[in-house]
């Protein structure tokens, strides 16, 4: 990308696109991982042109290669949020090919040509349309003395300067305008005067023919050869229809066909031979100057071929920053900042064109809060076309997905008519910006894979200029590479297995991370012996741990959730479960680990009792000294007693924030009132804060115990 302007190809066949990478490459692997090509369908619903549908289903939105460029595809997205559904882009079409067609020296057809002009003009008025509103916006702030935010008079210049520098080819425009009329598809005398010329003998030929025509035929019926008068072409030659027995009433003349009976011949009067022959010639003679003016405003075309090319670029740069801005609207979406890990509170981070300061909750190194996957959001959203009200954009996307019927890589966006489809649970991401590593662990089905693909997908969001379903201000680095290895990679066709194709990726991640990479892993070192796959996955941990910016890793072995204990990089969560209802919460549990519970699953799903019994009776005999079994049961209780302590400390608050309110009523009634009641408040306050002390010194005693059993 460059400036604020990126070239984008959307033919499929192109290879130029820098966004897609080669088959095979992790980069892509990771985005089919991660569900890119299914939100980039939630995408294409909001596409206005044909070409930023077809970039959207091919996955092909682009991606920030900078900081720079991510930063300014978000300011696009926010600038097309002032002005949602309100630019008209019915009139632009694809016009690569014609313009092909015309390089190659190929003649263009008028409907061709008018296509063309057509898209010219809409790209211009949509430049004059985005022209007209930041006018308009920069009038009503500059009339509203009151306000002091001169950034509203700038809010749409990330959407202006995407055709800063482009040249509309107004010339051709015209040029095409005065040629031709594409009401009815025709050229007009004014393309040229040697066409007037041309056409202007030919009316007059054609008034003499049909003089001449008229006066025979009116002889023809006087002389008792026909009833009525009869004039008609054929061969492309005026002539007149006589009966049979009287075609000596044209001496001469010439026949030109028959009546199906016989009983008529449609003649060719002598004298109508030469003006016939006249208006064969001038028809031929327009054709060819027809296709004369044709080939000119083709070749103009052609040297006007990249310029256009530009035009059209920008226009698709446009729409799919409103396509971004509609699916932002869609989901309840907002805007992620982007950090570093050298930010503190008090820094800044620049907004379009604006200095926002980062406060004491944005200072995290990865700080979102309230997530939703966008994909599992979906179902319980309206379908996406619903949420805008523009007819043009319905009949679009109906026209493009009747076209695409059949392909197997289109995916309909489906509305749900059931009421009661839940939101999927939102997640809390907080990150330190000393932490590196950050190892999730939890119950089968508790969300861990979910929760890192959240996180995945929303980095690639975020350099994408795409809003999050988030609360707040979500927080997180710009990532140069993100890259993941989630799911069954084995390949028949390579001879690979389970766990030799999860090391050859592993391989490649590590090859290609940087210190601004993100690295996502699920369930790291499985598919082989324990013990081998724990090493093996501390070594490779403690690698990235130094080497890429932020790795995210799934996992069932315990021993992993230790390397907090021996290394500050590293950092853990879990997914919580619900003991009684024995159901993962989806909930993430920041600074601790969690149990697999895979023998309580499998009883919530229905699963032999009798095979659980053994199962458990195994789990007793195969853990060393009961050690696991301790430190599950002392993690529960950690967990009930965290409960409790968190229960007790929202009550403590509530007594705190009632005993600061009545404080505040009474304080101003008298001064000796004033002093007493103070007095008193100050008492009931430290009353609380000691209950606090208390309840934060048992949670420690916890703690200490708890840390005193496992080791």
């Not at 090319?309 to 409103?322: E, H, M, P």
């Not at 019927?405 to 990150?431: H, Q, R, Y």
């Not at 995945?456 to 201000?473: E, P």
Request: glycine letters at 6%; aromatic letters at 6%; charged letters at 25%.
């Amino acid at each position: 990308m460059h400036s604020e302007f990126s070239e984008i190809t959307w033919d499929a066949s192109s290879t130029e696109d820098g966004k897609m990478v080669d088959s095979g490459n992790v980069e892509e692997d990771t985005l089919n991982s991660l569900e890119w090509q299914s939100l980039c369908n939630q995408v294409a619903q909001y596409t206005s042109t044909r070409m930023g549908y077809t970039l959207a289903k091919e996955g092909r939105l682009p991606i920030g290669s900078d900081l720079h460029d991510s930063e300014v595809l978000l300011d696009q997205t926010a600038a097309a949020l002032l002005l949602l559904d309100t630019l008209d882009f019915s009139g632009v079409q694809d016009i690569t090919k014609i313009i092909k067609s015309a390089v190659l020296g190929e003649i263009c057809t008028i409907n061709e040509l008018c296509t063309v002009k057509r898209t010219l003009h809409s790209a211009r008025s949509i430049y004059n349309k985005l022209c007209k509103f930041a006018s308009e916006m920069k009038a009503s702030v500059n009339g509203n003395f009151m306000s002091t935010n001169s950034q509203n008079m700038k809010a749409l210049d990330p959407l202006l300067k995407i055709f800063e520098g482009a040249d509309f080819c107004t010339n051709l425009e015209n040029e095409l305008d005065h040629c031709l009329d594409c009401a009815f598809l025709s050229v007009l005398d004014r393309g040229s005067p040697a066409l007037a010329s041309i056409r202007s003998n030919r009316r007059s030929n054609m008034e003499g023919i049909e003089t001449l025509m008229k006066e025979t035929a009116e002889r023809i019926v006087e002389a008792g050869g026909i009833d009525s008068a009869l004039v008609t072409k054929r061969r492309s030659r005026l002539c007149v229809g006589v009966r049979a027995a009287k075609k000596s009433l044209l001496p001469g003349g010439i026949v030109l066909d028959v009546s199906s009976s016989g009983a008529t011949y449609f003649m060719e009067p002598k004298d109508a031979l030469d003006l016939n022959n006249m208006e064969a010639q001038l028809a031929a003679a327009e054709r060819s100057e027809e296709r004369t003016i044709l080939g000119r405003l083709a070749s103009r075309i052609a040297s006007e071929g990249a310029k256009i090319i530009n035009v059209l670029q920008r226009v698709v740069v446009i729409d799919l920053a409103f396509a971004r801005a509609g699916h932002a609207c869609w989901q309840g979406a907002v805007r992620p900042i982007f950090t570093r890990k050298e930010q503190t509170a008090g820094s800044n981070f620049v907004e379009m064109g604006k200095n926002i300061e980062i406060n004491e909750t944005q200072c995290s190194f990865v700080d979102i809060e309230g997530i939703q996957h966008p994909i599992l959001l979906e179902p319980a959203l309206q379908k996406p076309s619903s949420i805008l009200s523009s007819p043009r954009l319905h009949s679009s996307i109906q026209k493009w997905d009747a076209m695409d019927a059949g392909s197997k890589n289109v995916e309909t966006i489906n509305s749900s008519d059931d009421s009661t489809v839940k939101l999927p649970v939102p997640i809390d991401i907080k990150i330190g910006r000393k932490k590196t590593v950050v190892i999730i662990s939890g119950p089968n089905a508790g969300g861990k894979t979910a929760t890192m693909k959240t996180l995945g997908l929303a980095a690639i969001m975020a350099k994408a200029g795409m809003f999050l379903a988030a609360k707040g201000r979500p927080v997180l680095p710009w990532f140069d590479h993100v890259m993941a290895d989630i799911g069954d990679n084995q390949s028949l066709e390579q001879s690979l297995s389970t766990y030799s194709a999860h090391i050859q990726h592993l391989c490649k991640i590590m090859q290609l991370g940087t210190k601004k990479s993100l690295v996502l892993i699920d369930e790291i070192g499985s598919g082989t012996d324990p013990s081998e796959g724990v090493a093996l996955s501390t070594s490779i941990l403690r690698h990235l741990a130094c080497h890429v910016n932020l790795t995210v890793v799934t996992t069932h072995y315990e021993d992993l959730t230790r390397l907090k204990d021996e290394d500050g990089r590293f950092e853990n969560a879990a997914m919580e479960f619900d003991i009684k209802a024995l159901l993962p919460t989806y909930r993430i549990l920041w600074g601790t680990f969690g149990q697999s519970n895979a023998l309580d699953i499998a009883q919530s799903l229905g699963f032999d009792p009798n095979i659980l019994s053994r199962s458990r009776e195994w789990v007793t005999k195969l853990l060393p000294d009961r050690q696991q079994e301790r430190q599950g049961g002392v993690f529960q209780s950690l967990s009930k007693q965290r409960d409790k302590l968190q229960d007790q400390a929202r009550t403590v608050a509530t007594h705190l924030s009632e005993a600061t309110e009545l404080y505040n009523e009474l304080f101003g009634e008298t001064e000796d009132l004033d002093k007493r009641e103070a007095d008193l408040k100050l008492m009931e306050v430290e009353a609380v804060k000691k209950e606090i002390s208390e309840a934060k010194r048992q949670m420690d005693e916890v703690i200490a115990n708890f840390e005193k059993q496992i080791y």
